[in-house]
T-cell receptor, first 118, second 111 residues
Framework: SAVISQKPSRDICQRGTSLTIQCQVD?????MFWYRQQPGQSLTLIAT?????????ESGFVIDKFPISRPNLTFSTLTVSNMSPEDSSIYLC???????????????FGAGSRLTVL | GNSVTQMEGPVTLSEEAFLTINCTYT??????LFWYVQYPGEGLQLLLK?????DKGSNKGFEATYRKETTSFHLEKGSVQVSDSAVYFC??????????FGQGTELSVKP
């Protein structure tokens, strides 16, 4: 399965600032997904990033708050804009690929970027 | 809409104890079901998967059977180890390859 590197792994940010998270994959993938994991909660899909087209956002998430870039088939960025303490979460990048179990397509996740907004 | 519900944690067990983590789902049709595991400081890893009713996914001693009658996909392991301490997420595949996750269950195994 694909190997995903995310940067930064963690950061502490001030209210009102913006932070860009990078996701690098070691192979070319069609779709990349960005998830959020708020403290003590489950993962929620923010958006799907496709190369060569606008990202598709889930209900409750908008491009002005979470702009996404997808310049090529191995890289994507997610920006968290005008941050508030409510944005303190782990943000995870994931890709769909051929899994090692049952030969089925499964999602592979990066280690995540833990953001704390003061 | 589709949803996944897991038993709340944390679950604390002694080494070699039997593990069950309950997972039930609500879905239209028969989506693929997954268990992911998140070890401390690491990303989510696929643990096992089942793609249709009565399928049993298994890996590393863990098993889960896709039960459409009870809309469940409970995770079991006969003898847990300290190294199994992690957060376990049940998930179902929604349209377009997207996953819907349960809230996660933290497992702590004591020596």
């Amino acid at each position: 399965s694909a190997v995903i590197s995310q940067k930064p792994s963690r950061d502490i940010c001030q209210r009102g600032t913006s932070l860009t998270i990078q996701c690098q994959v070691d192979s070319q993938v069609t779709m990349m997904f960005w998830y959020r994991q708020q403290p003590g909660q489950s993962l929620t899909l923010i958006a799907t990033a496709n190369q060569g087209s606008e990202a598709t956002y889930e209900s409750g998430f908008v491009i002005d708050k979470f702009p996404i870039s997808r310049p090529n088939l191995t890289f994507s960025t997610l920006t968290v804009s005008n941050m508030s303490p409510e944005d303190s979460s782990i943000y995870l990048c994931s890709v769909e690929g051929q899994g090692g179990i049952s030969g089925a397509n499964v999602l592979t996740f990066g280690a995540g970027s833990r953001l704390t907004v003061l | 809409g589709n949803s996944v519900t897991q038993m709340e944690g944390p679950v604390t067990l002694s080494e070699e104890a039997f593990l069950t983590i309950n997972c039930t789902y609500t879905a239209t049709g028969y989506p693929s079901l997954f268990w992911y595991v998140q070890y401390p400081g690491e990303g989510l890893q696929l643990l096992l998967k089942a793609t249709k009713a009565d399928d049993k996914g298994s890996n590393k001693g863990f098993e889960a059977t896709y039960r459409k009658e009870t809309t469940s996909f409970h995770l079991e392991k006969g003898s847990v180890q300290v190294s199994d301490s992690a957060v376990y997420f049940c998930a179902l595949e929604n349209q377009g390859g997207k996953l819907i996750f349960g809230q996660g269950t933290e497992l702590s195994v004591k020596p």
